[in-house]
């Protein structure tokens, strides 16, 4: 099996990369921008066939949500367009995709854990772009699931929990907000389940349709929690504050909730998912070290 990771220089990408050891039976090829453009179509599809590529786990995305509304046709390109090129590259030999989502397809005003089958309703050119990239998967033809999941952090690349520990170690005090609430997902973990599932080493395939699921670490927080638990794991000696959404405006608006569902992916691959301060304390041991 021949697997093209897109979008490798991120930090989903990066934590395969380093997985890669760990899977003998598949060669794994790495490709960002420069080198690899989703948005070009026709040097995506020359790329797949002459590098006989069979599968792909599709991490490119564009995910700076608040600079994404003013950049709405570079979201669009990446994170919708891409999409629908990798679909189509892939119809030309019959091969396989594992496309990342997000929990932002969702508007956040539910009170318990998101469903697959939940409605959906973006409240933002990010959340929407990342949504006509589902439907391209979910409406193709092709051998694909899409995974959603929801405040990825990892020892590489720019995220809140290396920003939270570098700014407690400049600052005696930080306010974070509060009232979001979800569930931060190590990299790690996901790279390891979407590593596991295309393999099959849970023997269940990767079927038509672009099946749907959900993926974050297990458990609840605020970004106010995630935060104490940084400087706790971090030994930084830092306070938090708890503040309100409305004490921190934003450019694009996020959802309040949007804590996933789990218990589909768990079953059908018979995985087992960390918990997320367990997941967080192997992170911040990393990064320190």
Same mark, same amino acid.
């Given at each position: 099996m021949r697997v093209l990771i897109t979008g490798?220089?991120?930090q989903l990408g990066s934590?395969?990369?380093?997985?890669?050891?760990?899977?003998?039976k598949v060669d794994l090829i790495f490709k960002d921008l420069p080198e690899l453009d989703i948005c070009n179509f026709e040097a995506l599809e020359t790329f797949i066939i002459d590098h006989k590529i069979n599968s792909v786990i599709n991490c490119a995305a564009y995910t700076? #949500?608040?600079?994404? @509304?003013?950049?709405?046709?570079?979201?669009?390109?990446?994170? &919708?367009?891409g999409v629908s090129n990798l679909v189509n590259a892939l119809k030309k030999v019959d091969g396989k995709l594992i496309h990342i989502s997000t929990d932002y397809v969702f508007d956040g005003d539910h009170f318990s854990p998101y469903k697959e089958s939940d409605l959906v309703s973006?409240?933002?050119?990010?959340? @929407?772009?990342?949504?006509?990239? @589902?439907? &391209?998967?979910?409406?193709?033809d092709i051998d694909s699931i899409v995974i959603r999941t929801s405040w990825l952090y990892s020892s590489y690349g720019?995220?809140? #929990?290396?920003?939270?520990l570098r700014l407690g170690n400049e600052k005696e005090n930080l306010g974070v907000i509060l009232d979001q609430v979800?569930?931060?997902?190590?990299?790690?973990?996901?790279?390891?389940?979407c590593l596991e599932i295309l393999t099959g080493v849970n023997s269940v395939k990767i079927s038509k349709n672009g099946n749907l699921y959900h993926y974050s670490n297990e458990g609840v927080a605020s970004w106010y929690d995630f935060a104490i638990a940084i400087?706790?794991?971090?030994?930084v000696n830092c306070k938090v504050n708890p503040i309100q959404t409305k004490d921190y405006p934003t450019l694009a608006k996020r959802p309040h909730y &949007?804590?996933?569902?789990? &218990?589909k992916i768990k079953t059908d691959f018979k995985i087992e998912i960390p918990y997320w301060r367990d997941s967080l304390k192997d992170c911040i041991e990393k990064i320190k070290n």
């Open positions: 490798s220089n991120g934590e395969i990369k380093e997985l890669e050891n760990n899977y003998n700076a #949500v608040d600079k994404a @509304e003013e950049d709405a046709e570079i979201a669009e390109r990446v994170n &919708s367009i973006p409240i933002g050119v990010y959340g @929407e772009t990342k949504r006509a990239g @589902e439907l &391209s998967v979910i409406n193709s720019n995220n809140f #929990v290396k920003t939270m979800g569930t931060p997902t190590y990299a790690r973990d996901l790279a390891k389940t400087m706790e794991l971090g030994n &949007s804590v996933l569902n789990k &218990s």
